[in-house]
């Protein structure tokens, strides 16, 4: 018999890199992010709806998997969604429904993520609102729900990384932690509506990944443009070469979205 479940897909503000150096990071749940997901026995086919403009790359992404896990699985959303979160989403309830127990491993392993990535996204799917996380302290709920409305640019699905160099080690550990800060200081600004405050707080936030990534010159070009829009957050956002965007008003964020598409980005609004 088909098995039909409703998951509610986090959207992770900040820290998504960081998290896994034991850094806090800060996400939203909502029930209006609703995803239905139907498992069945099967050939092991994948059929994804409603979440364009990603559905043909989560059917390529997942399909092999699905294959060996011999299930029928079919998704749909009324709304695009994250894309990193939904791919862990949708492989958490495909492996329990095959009965596998530690999950954060096998959706580590077999999605190329780092486990404290995957457990960020597994924990917040049990809660709702604005929600701190940090490995050692679980998380934290600080309100029911985030204060602005949210949209993301992207032009390939390809994860932001870090250069990691030994002989520079004692000098990312400080920035690491001067991110971890400014997630803090971005938790703050939530909770007390402040928006100029957690304008600032991620501005500086990306600055300081853009100077520890290897993005390239294009998406640093691109960011320093977004970034002088007016009453508009904007964030390098880590689970892709993008960017988040946030505004406090939904046809301010629109324009700022159309100005992002003529760049060469690709557009959703995330929740409005």
């Known amino acids: 018999m088909p098995h039909s479940q409703s998951i509610y897909i986090p959207i992770c503000i900040l820290g998504q890199a960081i998290v896994q150096y034991n850094q806090p ?128 640019c992207f032009k390939a699905p390809f994860k932001f990384k870090f250069l990691e160099e030994e002989e520079l080690e004692e000098s990312f550990n400080v920035a690491l932690h001067a991110l971890g800060r400014l997630v803090i200081l971005a938790a703050r600004s939530i909770v007390d509506g402040d928006f100029k405050l957690f304008r600032k707080a991620l501005m500086r936030y990306s600055r300081l990944s853009i100077a520890l990534s290897n993005l390239p010159l294009s998406i640093l070009k691109a960011y320093d443009e977004v970034a002088k829009l007016e009453d508009i957050a904007c964030k390098i956002d880590e689970d892709f070469r993008g960017f988040m965007l946030f505004c406090e008003d939904k046809d301010r964020l629109a324009e700022g979205l159309n100005i992002v598409r003529k760049m060469g980005f690709k557009a959703i609004t995330l929740r409005c």
């Not at 709806?49 to 749909?76: A, Q, T, W």
């Not at 190329?112 to 799917?125: D, G, I, P």
């Open 25 to 152: 990071a800060l996400c939203y749940v909502s029930h209006e992010n609703e995803l239905l997901i139907t498992v069945n026995p099967g050939v092991g086919t994948l059929k994804v709806e409603g979440l364009e403009p990603f559905s043909s790359y989560i059917e390529r992404k997942l399909r092999n998997i699905v294959k060996k896990l011999e299930l029928d699985i079919n998704i749909k959303s009324v709304k695009p969604l994250p894309l990193l979160d939904l791919l862990i989403a949708i492989l958490y309830v495909a492996l329990k429904e095959r009965g596998t127990r530690d999950t954060v491993n096998e959706i580590s392993r077999r999605l190329k993520l780092r486990r404290e990535r995957v457990r960020l996204t597994l924990k917040a799917l049990k809660a709702e609102g604005v929600l701190a996380y940090r490995e050692n302290e679980g998380l934290l709920e600080l309100q029911e729900e985030f204060p602005w409305v949210m949209g993301l």
